[in-house]
């Protein structure tokens, strides 16, 4: 029988979540007072908003954690007793912040899950003892085509992004070299929902990222069939193949020329993008991010870990 898991989470990212749901799932959490994600949230019939009082009376299958303090703080204060018995998840969204190879997580209980959304996050921290699996990013691969006619690039950021992390002094640098327009996820209205109606008109996406995960933007400008020219840091350069699917290095100048060569070559953008929409189908899709965790959501609930 196809069990369709009850989860309770927290909407730490709330794009993540969103995917998730497009699964076989029944996704709770706490009621939001963000009006912004309630109207996305309305699209899914499978995420159901709970009040404060009434979590703890939810009969669920499972606790997916997606930060530190609900997984320190929060769980203790609105779980009862039998849901923190739970089999848990603790998906981690970053890589170590403190010190990027000596850095020890914080779930040490072997009875929890720890997942990653790449290989590069999943090395680079000290997992200690804990079991870890990698389920990367999928998008939906019905999705808006490139046509590119706009000769600018796009950088998309997040509005809370740490600015030094996400690279925002690149972007402004290589913008007074190139034409470049800043999307901004949650201003005017923008949204990961609506982003490749936004974005497929641009001849590329720059990720100017100095030290984080490659965001969703990244695997739906892949999807599109659109060129990403993107700093060769954490897990992009084994999502793209440099001068094959993107343009991937450490070196500045060489990036600025290689976005200089698709604005003035549109028929250099489709080819590199093909082939990233290639990957992204072959790696990257909802359908295989969608098994990934149903295939772990087996694991945990219907085999939990017991180390006593």
Known sequence: MNQRYKIFTWPVNQQYLLELAKGDFEIYIEETKDENFRRQLS?????????????KNLQLDCILFQDEKGYTTTQFEILSDEQQELP????????????????????????????HVNHYNAIMWDNNKVPVTVIENGVATDTTVFTGEKAKGAVVLENDADNRAAGT?????????????????????????????????????????????????VYQAMMLGMPV????????????????????????????????????????????????????????????????????????????IRTN
């Open 229 to 304: 020219v993107g700093l060769a840091t954490t897990a992009l350069p084994a999502i793209l193949s440099n001068e094959v699917s993107g343009f991937v290095n450490a070196d500045l100048n060489y990036l600025i020329s290689k976005m200089q060569d698709l604005l003035n070559d549109p028929q250099l953008a489709v080819q590199i993008g093909a082939a990233a929409r290639q990957t992204a189908l072959k790696f990257f899709s909802s359908t295989r991010f969608l098994s990934d965790w149903k295939q772990l959501l087996n694991l945990a609930v219907k085999a939990p």
């Open 43 to 55: 699209n899914h019939t499978n995420i159901f908003e709970t009040k404060l009082a009434e979590i």
């Open 88 to 115: 848990k998840v603790y998906l981690e969204h970053h890589p170590p912040k403190q010190h990027p190879t000596n850095a020890k997580h914080f779930v040490e209980n072997e009875e929890v899950h720890l997942v």
């Open 169 to 217: 002094d690149i972007f402004l640098l290589v913008k007074e070299a190139l034409p470049l327009d800043l999307l901004e996820i949650g201003k005017d209205g923008l949204t990961y929902q609506n982003l490749p109606e936004k974005l497929h008109s641009y001849r590329f996406l720059f990720c100017p990222d100095r030290y984080a995960s490659p965001g969703f933007a």
